[in-house]
């Protein structure tokens, strides 16, 4: 049984390019969530996701940032004209129903972004 | 901000030794969650404690919850060199707050 897979797991960009961060949930989890993680912080969620649906983008910065789980393939990340401050770690976790409470939350390994 | 914060923020301890961390919370919640974090890897669920509960086992690992104090401590007991790592507790309102976590680690 595969847990949540991340890919890639390091990735490095120039400032001004596009960085794609891809997560596949548990097989049979339609929940994805994002979160970003910076060094000796704690995880900050950034959006949650439906299959087809964004239910909560509240944690997603306004501009250069966008999540979307199609009905078929991973969930996508996609954060455009990279900036230094966009350097962190990005985790992507899923569950098999929605809701915030009753659930624990099953987590990839991450994909470590650095902004040169 | 509505993360909750853990104490201490770093412990180190010789193996066989009890751990105990806590976190404080600020939202009111329906369940807190504890989390464990190795270096480089992603979060492992640990332990789910309802807000009606005050108290929680699971194996060696003890959870208490104050919901009058917006507390939670999570206790780790007899512990081992493997047990190092980050915690983390998550309180969910309608939303998952991370704390800044305790990082343990744990002497052979």
């Known amino acids: 049984n595969a847990g949540v897979m991340q890919n890639p797991r390091h990735l490095v960009r120039r400032r001004g390019q596009e960085a794609r961060l891809r997560c596949s949930p548990v097989k049979g989890h339609s929940h994805v969530y994002w979160y970003r993680q910076l060094p000796e912080e704690g995880l900050k969620f950034m959006v949650y996701l439906q299959k087809e649906n964004i239910i909560d983008e509240s944690g997603m910065p306004k501009e250069r940032f966008s999540a979307e789980f199609p009905k078929e393939g991973p969930s996508i990340l996609r954060i455009q004209q990279v900036v230094r401050g966009d350097s962190a770690a990005y985790f992507c976790?899923?569950?098999?129903?929605?809701?915030?409470?009753?659930?624990?939350?099953?987590f990839g390994d991450g994909t470590r972004l650095s902004i040169l | 901000s509505q993360q909750g914060e853990e104490d201490p923020q770093a412990l180190s301890i010789q193996e066989g030794e009890n751990a105990t961390m806590n976190c404080s919370y600020k939202t009111s919640i329906n369940n807190l969650q504890w989390y464990r974090q190795n270096s480089g890897r992603g979060l492992v669920h640990l332990i789910l404690i309802r807000s009606n509960e005050r108290e929680k086992h699971s194996g060696r690992l003890r959870v208490t919850l104050d919901t009058s104090k917006k507390s939670s401590s999570l206790l780790i007991t007899a512990s081992r060199a493997a047990d190092t790592a980050s915690y983390f507790c998550?309180?969910?309102?309608?939303?998952?707050?991370f704390g800044t976590g305790t990082s343990l680690t744990v002497i052979p």
């Open positions: 976790a899923s569950s098999p129903s929605g809701g915030w409470s009753n659930q624990p939350q099953h």
């Open positions: 998550a309180n969910t309102g309608n939303q998952f707050y």
